[in-house]
């Protein structure tokens, strides 16, 4: 399965307010564009797609009061669930039949449904995109090792804040998935 993380509008739309964080880092990479590559050619190849998506009740009830970067978002009404700004961004867009997993932490795995739909549908293979690349690709990528999945990250397929950030994280978890570049991953 192709996961496609936090590509909300809230973080990687120009209009979004992390516009000023992840948005420059991801134009100069295209990371929206080889997404939407990769993407289509997963559909194609028959791979599932499914989108991870951080979101809050809009109470705010299930946010994490102690958490540095949660009560940020919070502070500053950010991931509210049914908002645009947790709407996945156009250019990645979810289709019809895509699953969908709302997350309240930085874990695709935490308070979701990803690994009962993985179980369910025997998948032993993960693709990892998104933002952040030391945020939600790097647990991710941590957690689905230790559940036994086979995880590849998708390296252009991910951004950080900075370059550093970005290739500091892909070290980190170079020690718990394969990182390769989407145009070189064969679904044959």
Known sequence: ??????MVNDLVHADG????????????RDVLGRTRAFIDRARA????????RVAFAPDYRDCPPNSPIFSRARDNGLF??????????????????DFDFVKPRVSPF?????????RARGIERLYLSGVSTNGVVHTGAREA????????????????????????????????AAIRDSATIDFS
């Open 80 to 97: 509210r669930l049914g908002t645009w700004g947790t709407q996945v961004h156009d250019a990645v867009a979810p289709a019809e039949g």
């Open 45 to 52: 190849a028959g791979v599932l797609v499914g989108y991870v």
């Open 1 to 6: 399965m192709l996961l496609v993380m936090d």
């Open 17 to 28: 307010a992390g516009a000023k964080t992840y948005v420059p880092l991801m134009a100069e």
């Open 145 to 176: 090792h230790d559940r036994d999945y086979e995880t590849i990250v998708l390296e252009d397929c991910c951004a950080g804040a900075t370059v550093e950030e970005h290739a500091h994280a892909l070290k980190c978890v170079a020690r718990f």
């Open 110 to 118: 935490y308070g979701t449904a990803l690994e009962p739909a993985l």
